[in-house]
């Protein structure tokens, strides 16, 4: 999984997977590094990088992480890229809400009728074992739902229109 890491002003593209016990990352397309990460409490997680062992202090913040390493101070902020598809996949078309990814309609937060101004939520979507909350493209009134609660869908279906 790639993920969208802004630390300060500076945005990298960061590649994680899990290697059997281990972690395999690269920044910005550089080489592949073996990371053995543990976290022997909520607010600590500790890292071994080639060979070198390194203690970082957690902290949620609003939008991501302050994470404190080597004495220094660092504001964090991730993206993970399938809430990303999935919020943006609202915006791809005006009035109709779709969603990129496939996965299982959760909870509808309206109904036909109902009126919506652009940014509301209006359905709850599972994809890849996650909550994502998708919003209205635009304001208007909800014409047409045509999924429900626990439906299973495609990448691309559309779960609604608004006029």
């Given amino acids: ?69 080597l004495g220094t101070h660092h504001p964090c902020h991730v993206v993970d890229p399938r809430r990303k598809a999935l919020r943006l996949s609202g915006e791809a078309e005006q009035g109709t809400l779709s969603t990129s990814m496939p996965g299982k309609v959760v909870r509808l937060l309206v109904a036909q009728g109902t009126p919506v101004d652009k940014g509301d939520p209006v359905a709850v979507v599972e994809a890849m074992k996650m909550e994502n909350e998708l919003k209205a493209p635009r304001a208007g009134v909800v014409a047409e739902v045509l999924v429900s609660a626990g439906q299973t869908v495609d990448a691309g279906a559309v779960l609604m229109r608004i006029e």
């Fill in 1 to 69: 999984m790639t993920y969208e890491v802004t630390i300060g002003d500076r945005t990298l593209s960061v590649a994680l997977h899990r290697a059997g016990d281990h972690w395999r990352v690269s920044i910005d397309g550089g080489p592949e590094r073996t990371v053995d990460i543990t976290r022997p409490k909520p607010q600590l997680m500790s890292l071994i990088l080639d060979g070198a062992s390194y203690s970082a202090g957690l902290a949620p913040s609003d939008g991501g992480w302050d994470v404190d390493l």
